[in-house]
């Protein structure tokens, strides 16, 4: 008797618990998903930022959120549902977790002025108002660098290496916007070519 209560109790359960909706970000290709391995002290990028390398940081910040799948909470491409209650909770699980990621990769005396922004997108931008203007000191002494850079004792590819590093971070300092005209064309073949000169100068 016993066993046929607790069977209809069972078999009450299974109608009266219907199967879960499965949410779409769920999926691990959703961005609002969240791995086991999203925490918030994860280490993103290897240096910090700091007053003169917002540069290079936010190539290696960039390239670690499209990883994780969550640029858009930076970029302005993923806002806040509107509607889904559900939705609003987990995206501002994902925003505070973005939010920790970026604090973590910053100084601490810079981390102090932004802590307060409401969202990962308004820290963003103020790290780019603030930091993304080309820094005059900087650039002159990648300059003075190339200037001065010289093969010596070392070998071609070395000095090569270090050439083709200090060229890369000037570019990306003050780089030309996207263009697809002549006039574009020519200023990129004039600055190849004192690219070569100042390889062939600098050998032997």
């Not at 917002?54 to 969550?70: E, G, P, R």
């Not at 802590?115 to 603030?130: N, P, S």
């Not at 083709?164 to 004039?190: I, N």
Request: with cysteine.
């Amino acid at each position: 008797m016993a066993g046929d209560d607790a069977q209809k109790l069972v078999e009450h359960g299974k109608h009266s618990n219907p199967s879960r909706t499965t949410e779409p970000w769920e999926n691990s290709n959703h961005p609002l998903f969240l791995h086991h391995s999203d925490q918030p002290g994860a280490v993103l990028v290897s240096q910090p930022l700091m007053e003169d390398n917002y540069t290079t940081w936010v190539q290696s910040m960039d390239m670690a959120l499209t990883i994780k799948n969550k640029k858009g909470f930076v970029d302005g491409t993923l806002n806040r549902p509107t509607h889904n209650p559900n939705e609003q909770q987990q995206w501002d699980r994902c925003n505070i977790l973005v939010k920790t990621w970026l604090l973590g990769a910053i100084s601490k005396e810079i981390s102090n002025s932004v802590i307060h922004c409401k969202d990962a997108r308004t820290m963003w931008l103020e790290l780019q108002e603030r930091f993304s203007h080309t820094n005059t000191v900087q650039l002159f002494n990648i300059e003075n660098a190339i200037h001065e850079c010289a093969q010596g004792t070392g070998t071609v590819t070395s000095f090569f290496t270090k050439l083709k590093g200090l060229w890369d971070e000037k570019d990306a300092l003050c780089g030309f916007p996207p263009c697809t005209c002549a006039t574009a064309a020519e200023v990129k073949t004039y600055m190849e070519t004192q690219k070569t000169m100042k390889l062939l100068m600098g050998l032997g």
